[in-house]
């Protein structure tokens, strides 16, 4: 099994609002990314962790908050979020953090902030 | 970071030979050279990798130059499904694993 979930596939929320996007592996890995992927550009990294810890921020502002409870799943965490922010979020997991091995990514969230 | 070139968009004929081109005069000795794609309205997916031999898979094949500043994805037989973008990505080995994409190169597949 290579999937890796992502829920809510899409999103809707205004700029006042919580919420929360969810990605789950049952693959085993151990490293896990956020990454940003605004219309017609590529993929852009946000978080990356590693054995539950958080290992990259890619200096994004504080209204996204990851979390990583156990080593399946990984959350985003959105507050009072921008109009600018909608975008597709995608998560990724890997085994671990060398650089041989393969990422794989969810389908995504599409999220509209209005 | 050692920077890819590609071009911004390509087409191909049904079952006919992709030559997806890839250059990076910057590469380091140390820097793998990985393909991943995108279809539309999916994640990004592993096509391939290598450091500085060619390699082949179920999926595609990857000719790196012998002084490695560029290479070629190689799809054998071009169907729809492989309509996608595909993006080139330098890896250093010492740089953890994560993915920097470029712009790459958006393949459409006429029937």
């Known amino acids: 099994d290579t999937e890796v979930t992502q829920t809510p596939k ?32 590529p993929p852009e990294l946000m978080f990356v962790y590693s054995y539950e810890k958080l290992s990259i921020n890619e200096s994004v502002p504080s209204r996204f908050s990851p979390e990583c409870p156990n080593s399946s799943l990984l959350n985003l965490h959105l507050h009072a979020l921008q109009p600018e922010d909608s975008a597709l979020y995608l998560c990724a997991s890997s085994q671990g953090l060398v650089a041989g091995y393969t990422q794989y990514f969810g389908p995504g969230t599409r999220l509209t902030v209005l | 970071d050692a920077k890819t070139t590609q071009p911004n968009s390509m087409e191909s004929n049904e079952e006919e030979p992709v030559h997806l081109p890839c250059n990076h005069s910057t590469i380091s000795g140390t820097d793998y050279i990985h393909w991943y794609r995108q279809l539309p309205s999916q994640g990004p997916e592993y096509v391939i990798h290598g450091l500085t031999s060619n390699v082949n898979n179920r999926m595609a094949s990857l000719a790196i130059a012998e002084d490695r500043k560029s290479s070629t994805l190689i799809l054998h037989r071009a169907t729809l499904r492989d309509a996608a973008v595909y993006y080139c990505i330098l890896r250093a080995n010492n740089a953890g694993n994560m993915l920097t994409f470029g712009g790459g190169t958006r393949l459409m597949v006429k029937p």
């Open chain 1, 10 to 41: 899409h999103l809707v929320m205004g700029m006042t609002n919580k919420k929360s996007l969810k990605c789950e592996q049952h693959m085993g890995h151990r490293a896990m990314y956020w990454y940003k992927q605004k219309a017609k550009k």
